[in-house]
């Protein structure tokens, strides 16, 4: 009789069985399972408040990473193929990635590795005339390319970035090498003699007949000239340029003359003014007029423009249907024609949050597929002509995600307002008021 | 002049022999060289020119434009002086023009090339000719001279001019001519001069020993 024999097998013989069968279930649920519905994610218009931001924030970062030449760091102006690298971008992506790091987007070795390589380029391999970098440079070679010219409000931005990031990564070759890129600009050279600082200086013609001689993006510019270490240029600069003043809709504002959302922003996505008061003027507060104007103005032309008429605002420079436009509102030259550009608005974060989120919310509900994309919100758009940018720019990316860093964390302030040069740029202007040192980092949403 | 040949053709299989093969490796060395820089510099040309190239490169062009124009305070929401983006619907025009000017330049540099290519086929049968020569002559007289050595003519020296190759080999044949040469003179002396056998065997045993031969 087999009986005992049969009973002493059946224990492993069971086991068997039943490992096979999991396995068997494993193997069916894996091959099937790309075919099931995945779990919808919630709308992004429904996130809340926080996790809106972030994304939007997340989305744009991507734009560096893919937009960033591998070899050399430095990032293209715009999505569009053929693009020449642009070093204002490069300066936002500097910024970026140390924000993206911070957020565990991307590892510490791997932001480290990147804006280090970008510095090295900047150092040895783009070219500049006496520390100034021209506006495009080829990405793969760091040569000048289409005719740009050497730069300063464009160098003044790289510079800031890399600033930020030797902040970031103190006491690392990165704070070296953005020091040393720093002092190498001779900023005296680019005042031409005058008391204002020029736009730019080309190897054919020399010093463009163009001056930074009135309020707009030009404050950061002025800070790190004032407050350089090895060429700075007298503190006089500061009060020879031309602070307009004009109201609308009973908005007093210092404006700019394109009346640019970005104008207002640029310079304070790496300076906190909210604590800095220049004679009786706090920039902080004439941004907030500024962008409250510019959504004021959309709404009283809304019978005229589509656009407006949906509540949408946000005029910037930026695409538009007939090509790059300084849009913008009043008071300023108001350049419009219906074009919004939400990553304006997106940067107006800090000066009018609710009305912002509002704005925003509304778009990514009415219109997700033609507003988001890859990266985030697209450029801009116009709804009387039908006309959606279909392509992303590198500097409204990078200030996207500045102005939500330091609207949820005062991340970039108070790193940037620890900077001895910022510091040296308050105290010989004389601008009265303390920077609060807050936390760095740490959520204040 | 002293060592001058008169003929070209000493060896006529030999020489044509080494002309084929040096013709065929030159030419083909020669023509992969002149293909690969013909596709590749008018590749990288075509590929310029290509209608997508020119409309990118024009769009950068207005992009940067517009650039300048708003950052400037020259721009109005119609357009500025600058190219405008209708002007990149004749952009296929444009390109159509290109092509047209870049087909005539490569008519112009086929036919240069043609009327490169033939000097240069000439050059490489004068060059096969006279390389086979400088090659095929130190290897007729090496030939003539073992010939004679054949004949067991000791006096036979070689004498290559002055640009041949193979010097080295004709100066080592020289020298080991002319000891066989003293050797067998030696031999001949000791024939001459010696009277008695015993003196003489022992006298040509010590110089014949010398040479070492197949057979003891």
């Known amino acids: ?445 | 002049m002293k060592n001058q040949r008169r003929r070209f053709l000493i060896d006529k299989p030999l020489q044509f022999h080494v002309m084929g093969w040096t013709f065929f490796i030159l030419l083909v060395v020669s023509t992969c060289v002149i293909l690969s820089l013909y596709f590749g510099v008018w590749s990288l040309t075509l590929q310029e020119f290509s209608n997508e190239n020119i409309q990118t490169n024009l769009q950068l062009a207005s992009r940067i434009e517009d650039y300048d124009a708003a950052r400037f305070n020259q721009t109005t929401a119609e357009g500025n002086s600058g190219p405008r983006l209708a002007f990149f619907k004749d952009t296929e025009k444009f390109g159509d023009r290109q092509r047209e000017m870049i087909e005539e330049i490569l008519e112009m540099s086929h036919r240069k090339l043609i009327m490169l290519i033939l000097p240069l086929l000439a050059l490489i049968t004068v060059g096969t000719i006279y390389l086979s020569h400088k090659i095929a002559g130190p290897l007729f007289r090496f030939g003539k001279s073992f010939e004679q050595l054949g004949t067991k003519d000791l006096t036979i020296r070689i004498r290559l001019r002055k640009h041949d190759e193979a010097k080295t080999l004709s100066t080592v044949f020289n020298q080991s001519i002319k000891k066989l040469d003293e050797a067998m003179g030696n031999i001949k002396k000791i024939l001459r001069e010696n009277r008695d056998p015993s003196a003489l065997k022992n006298d040509l045993s010590k110089e014949i020993n010398e040479f070492r031969t197949t057979e003891n």
């Open chain 1, 1 to 445: 009789m087999t009986f005992p024999k049969k009973s002493t097998n059946s224990g492993p013989r069971k086991i068997n069985r039943f490992f096979r069968l999991l396995t068997g279930i494993l193997i069916i649920s894996f091959v099937v399972s790309p075919f099931q519905p995945a779990q919808a994610a919630a709308p992004l218009h429904s996130l809340s408040k926080k996790e809106f931001l972030r994304t939007i924030q997340k989305d744009a970062f991507q734009y560096f990473i893919k937009c960033s030449d591998p070899r050399t760091g430095l990032t293209r102006d715009s999505s569009r193929t053929g693009s020449p690298s642009s070093i204002a971008a490069t300066g936002f992506s500097l910024a970026a990635l140390c924000i993206a790091q911070e957020q565990g987007w991307i590892s510490y070795s791997e932001a480290y590795g990147q804006i280090l390589k970008t510095l090295q380029t900047l150092d040895r391999k783009a070219q500049h005339k006496n520390g100034f970098f021209f506006h495009f440079l080829d990405a793969r070679t760091g040569r000048r390319t289409w005719g740009s010219e050497a730069s300063s409000i464009d160098t003044a931005l790289v510079l800031a970035g890399a600033l930020l990031a030797g902040e970031y990564f103190k006491g690392t070759p990165v704070e070296k090498l953005a020091q040393k890129i720093y002092r190498r600009v001779n900023w005296k050279w680019m005042m031409n003699g005058s008391d204002l600082i020029c736009m730019g200086w080309k190897p054919e013609s020399g010093f463009l007949p163009y001056y930074w001689d009135s309020y707009n993006e030009l404050i950061i510019l002025q800070a790190l000239a004032i407050g350089s270490p090895s060429f700075p240029i007298p503190s006089s600069a500061w009060n020879q340029w031309d602070r307009f003043e004009d109201e609308y809709n009973s908005r007093k504002v210092i404006y700019s003359h394109s009346g640019s959302l970005f104008t207002y922003q640029y310079s304070q996505a790496f300076i906190d003014f909210r604590n800095l008061d220049d004679k009786g003027v706090n920039y902080f507060e004439n941004s907030r007029q500024a962008t409250l104007a510019n959504k004021e103005f959309c709404y009283d032309n809304r019978l005229s423009y589509k656009t407006y008429d949906e509540s949408f605002w946000g005029l910037s420079a930026c695409l538009g249907p007939g090509g790059y436009r300084a849009y913008g509102a009043k008071p300023g030259q108001a350049l419009h024609d219906g074009t919004v550009a939400p990553h304006a608005c997106a940067a107006s974060i800090v000066f009018t949050p609710r009305e912002v989120v509002k704005n925003l919310r509304e778009l990514v509900k009415k219109y997700p597929e033609k507003v988001y994309g890859e990266f985030g919100f697209r450029d801009s758009f116009n709804l009387a002509k039908n006309w959606w940018a279909y392509e992303y720019l590198g500097i409204d990316q990078g200030i996207m995600v500045l102005m939500i860093e330091n609207y949820l964390t005062e991340g970039v302030w108070n790193r940037f307002m620890n900077l001895q040069p910022v510091e040296k740029w308050i105290e010989r202007c004389g601008l009265e008021g303390k920077h609060p040192q807050g936390a760095s980092g740490k959520e204040i949403f």
